[in-house]
């Protein structure tokens, strides 16, 4: 019971935050300077053309009217039509996803894969051995990197030697399961190398945190072996804050990585959102952000939930 | 399944790594390279031009002056839309109608001059009859923004260009994943015989030039553009890639703000200084590692001596700058300074913009450049006129007449906001409208060019090239020397696959 109100709780927030993001992304693109006019007719475009193309896309009415009348849509589950293809976007954001969910996934799994054993054992390591040091160095390295600039590079050094790995032309993994890695692999080392540094030293922070606790010192001195009271008491005890990150990070390559998207030409909902963006081809960007808020808060509110299942005492605390 | 896979064995398929996306599926509409090209694919033109900037048949096979103002087309026999349906004069009188009416939106209309009316004395028939004498009418049905559409089924509801496309082209479209691919496959119901040569045309939607790099080498795709100069240098030593450059009637060129308070170039001195100043030799050498070459008002592309013995191009660099800094002088502003954008959409406008910055500092001119995102520039130039230099380039088409009409702000009216009206110009432009190529018309022209010298408010740098890189061992090209229509895969029926 106590669980239920607390999630109630939190999708009440979810919804409120939802309404936010909707306002502030329809306001904000319109003031964006350009419009699809500018786009469509390149530099052609007069004041009768523009105003015949704004007319027929209903962006010659107030400001607010186009607000109310997307809202009004949106409870209809339409969440607008492309003006450059006159689909609806949802389609192709349901074509997309899978795309930006098998990207996300394997940069997540790489990310963890880096940054969750190097956290523990930096973290487990007496303070200034090697093995800690080096984790420093190797978290602060790559959560510096700017994506794009180890995405261009990457691009640089793989389009000269291909070393087996593609850049670009994106294969979906149901036609050619190698083929697809062959060319995911690039993009997901991209993002992970940023993501595993941030969970590396989150991990890294958080084990240490629970080191100095009393419960690891008396483990310690009944005789438990390190890889036992590790396994056993620091990990549970350490996982709220990896936690958060993980969840945090996954929301945000799920709202699409749309700079290694964009880099690679992979054809998720990051790409798609950026070309429409480019295009200012508004019904999209304004979909692709409410969608990646639904994701984001709704990857969040996992995150809650699961902090009510790791520590019961959180979930109590909010019911109270 | 074995006839199956023998079958798709035997296809032969084209894949294009295509820099851009359309933006829009009205062929009427679209103003963009990127949605002429696959428009080309797909829909065709009452009539082509050549390598020679010459006008030749396209969905009509042939085609009468009978007064200055009466044109009779007649029309290809055999031609059909890819729904079976034949070309039928009624689909060129309601094509042309459609880009006339103001509705549409169409930018091409005013080149297409006043239509009087159109006639369909039969199917295979059209008449024509415009409002004033019109002699660039011809060229401009040539550029695929006059693509004949079919009429009857968007009347009757079946067939919504603005969602679909249904051409008489060579190849038709099986499918598309907007930003990633197209899937075209033969028409077949093309007038061609035998062609096309491919049954299938893959376009790959890769924006990104090493990412086009890295699929011509590993064989994604057969043949593609770009528009950097480097970009032999680039793919190395590959034996199998072949790069081809391209001339056109394009230049690239620099928006001058006259009509800004703000501005420093609202002073036409300190306009003619910046043009004196400006070194498009520089530009042609550092830039393009000199394989452009210079370019005017009236395109180099047409052979023409028209604009060549203004004190712009006639002067040494050092008589120009000399010039510059008497008119800067003059005009009581020795060290004005401006900004000139150079959007970010294409990586070859900054470059020119280094260049053209050093240039203009020789005269004293302080220019700082800004790169911004495609929307806001195009807002920022043609629309709000909020700027003081601008990178950008200009379609030459396929007839001199049709790029200098620009110069008339009244004709053109996308440069309204940022480009001086100078009756004594537009009169000359207006006269050479209506003249036919010839002795007469050339010296008009020229006289036109002194006068746009004189304004300095949209000024030629050097031609544009586009390079078409290809792999030999995968597709045997046909391309045209020159294009003058942005028709760079004019010949595309005739690309053949050798995989």
Known sequence: MRLLVYILSKLVGAFVTMLGVSALVFFSLRFIPGGYADILLGPFVTPATREVIERRYGLDQPLFAQFVRWLVSLLHKDFGTSMVTQQPVIDEFMRRAPVTLELA??????????????GVAAGAAPRGRRRDGLARVVGALGASVPDFVLGTTLILIFSVWSLWLR???????????????RTMLLPAITLAVFGGALILRTTRDAVLRVMTEGYITAAVARGGRPTEIVLRHVLRNASIPVVTVVTTYFGFLMGGAVVVEVLFSIPGVGLYVYNGLQNRDYAIVEAGVLLAAFVFVGVNMLADVLYAVIDPRIGAGVSR | MGAALTAHAAEKTLVWGKPGEITSFDVHVAGTVASWEMYEMVYETLLTADENLKVQPGLAVSWEQTSPTSYVFKLRPGAKFSNGRPVMAA???????????PETASYWSAQLGTIARIETPDDQTVKVELETPHPA????????????????ELKAGGFDPAKEMLGSGPFMVKGHKQDESWSLVRNPHYWGQNLPVADELEALIIPDDSARIAALRDGRIDFTTFENPDIAKMLGSATNIAVLPQK????????VNALSPKSAFNDKRVR????????????????????????????????????KSTPTYALSRDQRLEQAKALLKEAGNEHPRATLLATSADPVFAMIAQVAQQSLADAGFEVQIQQPPMAEYLKKVFTDGDFDLAISWLAGYTDPSMVIAWWNPKFALWNQVFQQDFPGLDNVLDQIKTMQDGPDRDAKLDEACKLIDDGANLLALVSKVDYVAYRSDRVKLKLPARSGSSNTFEYVAEFEPLH
């Open chain 2, 272 to 307: 003619q200084a910046m043009n004196l100043a400006l070194d498009r030799d520089a530009i042609n050498n550092l830039v393009f590692a000199g394989s452009t070459s210079v370019d005017y008002p009236v395109p180099a592309a047409f052979g023409k001596s028209a604009c």
């Open chain 2, 137 to 152: 009418f011809l060229p401009a049905l040539a550029h695929i923004s006059a693509a004949i559409l079919p009429i009857q």
């Open chain 2, 91 to 101: 689909d060129v009188a309601g094509s042309l109608q459609r880009i006339k009416n």
């Open chain 1, 105 to 118: 996934s394997l940069a997540m799994a790489l990310a963890l894969a880096i940054g969750l054993p190097l």
């Open chain 2, 248 to 255: 056109t009637t394009n230049y690239f060129r620099i928006d």
């Open chain 1, 167 to 181: 850049v670009g032309g994106y294969s979906p993994f149901t036609q050619d399961p190698i083929l697809n890695l």
